[in-house]
C-alpha cells in the first residue's frame, strides 16, 4: 500500500479535517522533525491517512470525524524535541499532554479527539490505555506509521500531499484572536486520576 494513494481516503480526510488543514500552525509542524528525514506535519497526515484506512477496511463503525481530527492533531506540540534542551530528553512521555493543550488553545475540541491526543503514546505512557474505539485506532495507526518511518528513514511519497496540503485560511497570527476551545481544569484534572 502507498500511503496517499487512494483520493477517497483523502477526501474524507479533506472533508472532516479542514479547519486543522487550512491552519498555518498545524502546516508549520513542517518545521519539527518527528523521525529520521520525517516531519510532524507528514507524519500526521499519514497517521490519519492509516486511520481512516484501517477504519474503512475492517468497516469499524467509530466517529470517524474525530479520528481524523485527533489523528492530524495527535502531535501537536510544535517544537523540535532533538534541540539540545533538557526538558526534550523526557519528549517520548510528555509530549501526548503538550500536544493535547497546544490543540486545545488553537482548535475546537470533543472529548473523543482529546482522549485520542492523550492517550496516543500507550504504552509508553502505561496508565493510558486506549479508552475508546477512535483511541485505540489512531494509537495503532500511529505505532505504525512511526515503525515504518523508522524502518524506511525516507520521506513520504508526495502523493501523500495532493489534495491535503490546502492553502492557509487560517494565518499563525489571528488564531490568538480567536475563541479557543479552553481545555477545562476539571477536565484535565479528570483524565490525570484516570491514569492513577
Ligand atoms: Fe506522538
Ligand atoms: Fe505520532
Known amino acids: 500500500m502507498l500511503i496517499g494513494e487512494d483520493k477517497r ?4 480526510i479533506r472533508r472532516l479535517g ?12 513542517v518545521n519539527y522533525i518527528q523521525h ?14 492509516m486511520s481512516v ?11 470517524l470525524r474525530s479520528v481524523v481530527r485527533g489523528a492530524l ?5 510544535l517544537y523540535d524535541w532533538h534541540d539540545d534542551e533538557a526538558w526534550h530528553r523526557l519528549h517520548g512521555y510528555h509530549h501526548a499532554r503538550t500536544a493535547l493543550i497546544t490543540a486545545c488553545k488553537d482548535f475546537p475540541m ?40 523508522t524502518i524506511r528513514r525516507s520521506k ?15 494565518p499563525m497570527k489571528t488564531l490568538d484572536g480567536r475563541r479557543p476551545s479552553i481545555l477545562r481544569r476539571d477536565e484535565l484534572c479528570h483524565m490525570q486520576a484516570q491514569e492513577r
Open 18 to 29: 479542514r479547519d486543522v488543514l487550512v491552519a498555518e500552525s498545524f502546516q508549520s509542524e
Open 110 to 149: 470533543n472529548r473523543t479527539e482529546k482522549q485520542i491526543i492523550f492517550r496516543h503514546m500507550f504504552p509508553l505512557n502505561i496508565t493510558r490505555f486506549p479508552n475508546c474505539k477512535e483511541a485505540a485506532l489512531v494509537c495503532m495507526a500511529d505505532k505504525i506509521c512511526a515503525t515504518m518511518e
Open 73 to 77: 492533531l495527535h502531535d501537536y506540540f
Open 156 to 170: 513520504y511519497d508526495p502523493i501523500l500531499y495532493q489534495g491535503l496540503r490546502l492553502p492557509i485560511e487560517k
Open 9 to 12: 481516503i483523502k477526501a474524507v
Open 53 to 63: 484506512y484501517l477504519a474503512k477496511k475492517f468497516r469499524l463503525r467509530l466517529d
Open 36 to 49: 529520521g528525514e520525517i516531519d510532524c506535519y507528514e507524519h500526521s497526515l499519514a497517521v490519519a491517512y
